[in-house]
């Protein structure tokens, strides 16, 4: 069964970036997940580190006009290829486990919707 983790981004570069390189070290096998970016109309240099970016798993990406993050996230699920969604906003950074945590409420094969907290930390140079 494959994952799709979503992410809407919109001129995070930096963030964007220590998001995936946390993904990077998931403990659910990189085969068996991929990473959807879909990019709100950016125009740091988003693009160009997505380009670079070297990860152990499927990353598309996918450039939008400016249309707003629910606009982006839906064109992420519009492209998603897995029988599981995450989302996952661009400036959090996910514990290694998360996907398989995630993975785990779905193997019965039941239609389920699981929600949860993911704390935080807040940086006084994120922006809202």
């Known amino acids: 069964m494959l ?3 979503i992410i809407p981004t919109y001129e995070r ?5 220590r998001a995936l390189t946390a993904l990077s070290r998931q403990t659910f096998p990189h085969d068996n997940y991929e990473v959807i970016v879909s990019v709100d109309g950016s125009t740091d240099s988003t693009m160009e580190m997505l380009k670079g970016f070297k990860a152990p798993f499927h990353l598309r990406t996918i450039w939008n006009p400016n249309a707003g993050r629910s606009a982006a996230r839906n064109r992420g699920i519009d492209e998603a290829r897995g029988d599981v969604l995450v989302f996952l906003d661009d400036d959090m ?3 290694p486990e998360i996907i398989e ?3 785990g ?3 019965d094969k039941r239609r389920v919707c699981v929600l949860g907290n993911i704390p935080v930390d807040i940086n006084e140079h994120s922006s809202p």
Not at 13 to 17: C, F, G, I, T
């Open 3 to 5: 994952v799709s983790v």
């Open 13 to 17: 570069r930096d963030s964007l970036e």
């Open 93 to 95: 950074e996910p514990l």
């Open 101 to 103: 945590r995630h993975y």
């Open 105 to 107: 409420h779905h193997r």
